[in-house]
């Protein structure tokens, strides 16, 4: 037995923000909306609402 982690318990640490930087680097046609859709995947418990008014509120703060 190994003590590797799958992909999805690797991605609960990160942000919404950190979710959609890494989306865009791997793929062409990842946005926004799919980084939320992951998010919400990953914490099912979590306010879609509220995590679109996160991410939005970190993406204003970019330079």
């Given amino acids: 037995m190994t003590d590797k982690m799958t ?3 690797l991605m609960q ?4 923000l950190e979710l959609l930087v890494v989306g865009e ?7 926004e909306s799919k ?9 099912p418990e979590a306010d879609p609402e509220a ?3 996160e991410l939005a509120a970190e993406i204003t703060k970019l330079p």
């Fill in 35 to 43: 980084a939320v859709e992951m998010f919400i995947r990953l914490h």
């Fill in 25 to 31: 680097r791997m793929t062409d046609d990842y946005d």
């Fill in 7 to 9: 992909d999805d318990e």
């Fill in 51 to 53: 995590v679109r008014a």
């Fill in 13 to 16: 640490g990160y942000t919404v």
